[in-house]
């Protein structure tokens, strides 16, 4: 018997009336619904329980984002769980507490328990989750270089670049124009260290997104005829203690913290 993964071979046996009796305004909406779980294909009253019975047995649900996003930190939840973490925290760079792991993330302590649950004072957003449990996974202990690198050189970095340049940087240099005061404010309680300014930047200073994964952080402000800029680099040392992927999280999460702070203590309380 075939399965049925596309919509349209679910509309194929509908009524197509439109009548919304289901619960939502049209056939085609429906048979959405039901692949993606929403729906079960009995809620159409027009249907012959027969066809119920047999189109049932042949739909395959569409698993949502969630659902792909939950696998995934199950996953990293039982590699965390199998660590030995008195072993692994000195080369985390992190503290062991009552048989947690404490580990600093932009100036606050997140606790990893033995089961690999996370809790923290701190908003708690996926873009930060997923990376701190895969950092404890796979972090080799490397100590920061002073070299600092374009994400784009990392290791399995390039694919990924051009989404860093327009979802990490660009974001983070939009804000810094709107609310320079209050950016540069929340660097400082996120504990970032001001540097002499490198390329001419008017703002050089690195922030611990993880305690051996540094980001150096430099802005332009907008000049006459010019326009303000922003990069984020990295310590060549980041690949061997991060994959790209969770650096790229990382780097959102931030900026969705950022964010969100803004919206709360912003003057006008709009982001732009
Ligand atoms: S109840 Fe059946 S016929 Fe009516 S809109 Fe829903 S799917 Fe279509």
């Known amino acids: 018997m075939s399965e049925l993964k596309n919509p349209l071979e679910i509309y194929a046996?509908?009524?197509?009336?439109?009548?919304?009796?289901?619960?939502?305004?049209?056939?085609m909406a429906f048979a959405a619904a039901v692949l993606q779980g929403q729906k079960k294909i009995g809620a159409c009253p027009y249907l012959d329980r027969e066809v119920v019975a047999q189109l049932s047995r042949r739909i395959v649900q569409r698993r949502s984002l969630e659902d792909d996003h939950q696998q995934a930190i199950d996953q990293l939840q039982r590699e965390v769980a199998a660590l030995?973490?008195?072993?692994?925290?000195?080369?985390?760079?992190?503290r062991l507490v009552d048989g947690n792991l404490a580990i600093n993330c932009l100036g606050k302590d997140f606790i990893i328990t033995p089961s690999g649950e996370m809790v923290s004072d701190c908003h708690l957003n996926h873009?930060?989750?997923?990376?701190?449990?895969?950092?404890?996974?796979?972090?080799?202990?490397?100590?920061?270089?002073?070299?600092?690198?374009d994400y784009g050189t990392l290791p399995g970095a390039a694919e990924w670049s051009q989404y860093f340049?327009?979802?990490?940087?660009?974001?983070?240099?939009?804000?810094a124009d709107a609310h320079r005061e209050l950016v540069f404010e929340m660097?400082?309680?996120?504990?970032?260290?001001?540097?002499?300014?490198s390329g001419g930047a008017d703002h050089t200073l690195v922030i611990l997104p993880l305690p051996k994964v540094p980001f150096l952080i430099n802005y332009w402000e907008p000049e006459e005829g010019f326009d303000s800029k922003l990069n984020i680099l990295l310590d060549r040392s980041a690949g061997e203690n991060i994959n790209a992927q969770s650096i790229n999280l990382l780097a959102r999460g931030i900026i969705e913290m950022f964010r969100q702070l803004i919206l709360r203590h912003s003057r006008d309380g709009k982001l732009f």
């Open 84 to 94: 030995d973490f008195a072993q692994v925290a000195p080369r985390l760079g992190a």
């Open 13 to 27: 046996a509908l009524a197509k009336t439109n009548c919304g009796e289901c619960g939502v305004p049209s056939c």
């Open 187 to 197: 660097f400082d309680i996120f504990g970032a260290q001001t540097l002499p300014s």
């Open 165 to 175: 340049s327009h979802r990490c940087e660009e974001p983070l240099r939009q804000l």
């Open 127 to 149: 873009w930060i989750y997923v990376p701190l449990l895969h950092y404890c996974i796979v972090c080799q202990g490397k100590e920061a270089q002073g070299e600092w690198v």
